[in-house]
């Protein structure tokens, strides 16, 4: 019986040191290096405007969280302005394979 007691009391204490939740998120300022801030959005959006949207944001963060550096992210996205602008002319097949080669080029899924 007294091991029961000491086993229950024991349980309690240990009860007590937990947490009641996970701890808050850091601000954007404090986020450590290489972790996406808990503020980005994906833009939304249809069509090949919508897809160069987003592959723009990712490529933004990468750069922003050291995933690549300045260099990648300038001809990264000098090859979505390409794409944009095939978008913009009414070449949705051509933009989104435009966007396709891209992301193969550079190691993006």
């Given at each position: 019986m007294r091991a029961g007691l000491l086993?229950?009391?024991l349980c309690l204490a240990l009860a007590a040191c937990q947490t009641?939740?996970?701890p808050p998120a850091p601000s954007p300022e404090q986020a450590p290096t290489g972790v996406t801030p808990n503020?980005?959005?994906m833009p939304t959006g249809s069509g090949c405007g919508g897809e160069i949207e987003r592959f723009q944001a990712v490529v933004d963060n990468d750069v922003q969280t050291g995933h690549t550096t300045r260099n990648v992210h300038v001809r990264v996205s000098a090859e979505i302005e390409k794409a944009r602008a095939t978008c913009s002319g009414g070449n949705e097949a051509g933009a989104l394979s435009q966007l396709r080669?891209?992301?193969s080029?550079?190691?993006y899924p």
């Amino acid at each position: 019986m007294r091991a029961g007691l000491l086993a229950t009391a024991l349980c309690l204490a240990l009860a007590a040191c937990q947490t009641a939740g996970p701890p808050p998120a850091p601000s954007p300022e404090q986020a450590p290096t290489g972790v996406t801030p808990n503020t980005f959005r994906m833009p939304t959006g249809s069509g090949c405007g919508g897809e160069i949207e987003r592959f723009q944001a990712v490529v933004d963060n990468d750069v922003q969280t050291g995933h690549t550096t300045r260099n990648v992210h300038v001809r990264v996205s000098a090859e979505i302005e390409k794409a944009r602008a095939t978008c913009s002319g009414g070449n949705e097949a051509g933009a989104l394979s435009q966007l396709r080669a891209t992301k193969s080029k550079f190691g993006y899924p």
